[in-house]
Antibody, heavy 117, light 110 residues
């Protein structure tokens, strides 16, 4: 059974940093692209970032480019999102998702990030 | 990276068919057959319903179908059921090598 479990969310002050993790199991992690998607409270889904299967190619939404870094540790079946210079508008539930055929075929349950003083 | 355009809400009675539109541009929906649709009931994670415009993952009822014409993709739900009440989002790969979602459509079963 495919499972994605996010962790690392919490309350952080504006300008602060946070690293999210996504632990994957039930599939061969090393062969799949992975994504981060976020959802602000009461709002819609927003794509954040994508990593290819070995982490050598990454892309970002303009809103996070230069502040967020996606990475993965294939030996640990784990995807990361390093978030720096956090702003109030980054407050959201962050989901990781498995990439397959240009879509996200499995999603985690999400982890809440709140940026507030 | 502008969001795809979806109607904020649609509704239908049990047994009816409803269609949700998703309008993009020639840089995303119009250029690629890489449109997907997601269902998100309240308080839950999204679930993939359609990929590559019209393909259903295993386990998704055949009441759900997808299509595309030009810059607009569509999701049709036939034989509407109470359990279909949820938010629905479209998404597309883009010429900038990023993905974009629609603003979401709240589907109400009357």
């Amino acid at each position: 059974e495919v499972q994605l479990v996010e962790s690392g969310g919490g309350l952080v002050q504006p300008g602060g940093s946070l690293r999210l993790s996504c632990a994957a199991s039930g599939f061969t992690f090393t062969t799949y692209w992975m994504h981060w998607v976020r959802q602000a409270p009461g709002k819609g889904l927003v794509w954040v970032s994508r990593s290819n299967s070995d982490g050598s190619s990454t892309t970002y939404a303009d809103s996070v480019k230069g502040r967020f870094t996606i990475s993965r540790e294939n030996a640990k079946n784990t995807l990361y999102l390093q978030m720096n210079s956090l702003r109030a508008e980054d407050t959201a539930v962050y989901y990781c998702g498995r990439g397959n055929k240009w879509s996200l075929d499995y999603w985690g349950q999400g982890t809440l990030v709140t940026v507030s003083s | 990276q502008s969001a795809l355009t979806q109607p904020p809400s649609v509704s239908g009675s049990p047994g009816q068919s409803v269609t949700i539109s998703c309008t993009g541009t020639s840089s995303d929906v119009g250029s690629y057959n890489r449109v997907s649709w997601y269902q998100q009931p309240p308080g839950t994670a999204p679930k993939l319903m359609i990929y590559e415009v019209s393909n259903r993952p295993s386990g998704v009822p055949d009441r759900f179908s997808g299509s595309k014409s030009g810059n607009t993709a569509s999701l049709t739900i036939s034989g509407l059921q109470a359990e279909d009440e949820a938010d629905y989002y479209c998404s597309s790969y883009t010429s900038s090598s990023v993905w974009v979602f629609g603003g979401g459509t709240k589907m109400t079963v009357l």
